[in-house]
């Protein structure tokens, strides 16, 4: 499996942007399609953003979509994804993960590689 790390998170305030990006080694970067997931505290991890293995398709829960972009740069091994006009209900963990399916995947089981996560927290 790939290993991923992600960075990026912080605290930052209501209204603010943040990028947040995971850096991919051990495994050719454009065999796996990419997405984020969330975990908010006492609740279960949620699917946020995919992108597929070009970046050509992408893919957004509602709860993001309009405010988020996810890309990837597959010569640098690395997928983004850049959040506007945060709000502190985006207050979470965020992993990034990779699977070898070529479709987009909203379910954790799809994906076989997780990275260890990076905390955001928006302040309101």
């Known amino acids: 499996q790939v290993q991923l790390v992600e960075s990026g998170g912080g605290l930052v305030q209501a209204g603010d942007s943040l990028i947040l990006s995971c850096a991919a080694s051990g495994r050719p970067f454009s065999d796996y399609s990419m997405a984020w997931f969330r975990q908010a505290p006492g609740k279960e991890r949620e699917f946020v953003a995919f992108?597929?293995?070009?970046?050509?398709?992408?893919h957004y829960a509602e709860s993001v979509k309009g405010r988020s972009t996810i890309s990837r740069d597959n010569a640098k091994s690395t997928v983004y994804l850049q959040m506007n006009r945060l709000r502190p209900e985006d207050t979470a963990v965020y992993y990034c993960?990779?699977?070898?399916?070529?479709?987009?995947?909203?379910?954790?089981?799809?994906?076989?590689?997780w990275g260890q996560g990076t905390q955001v927290t928006v302040s309101s």
């Open positions: 992108i597929s293995f070009s970046g050509r398709n992408t």
């Open positions: 993960a990779g699977s070898m399916y070529g479709t987009v995947q909203f379910v954790e089981s799809a994906y076989g590689s």
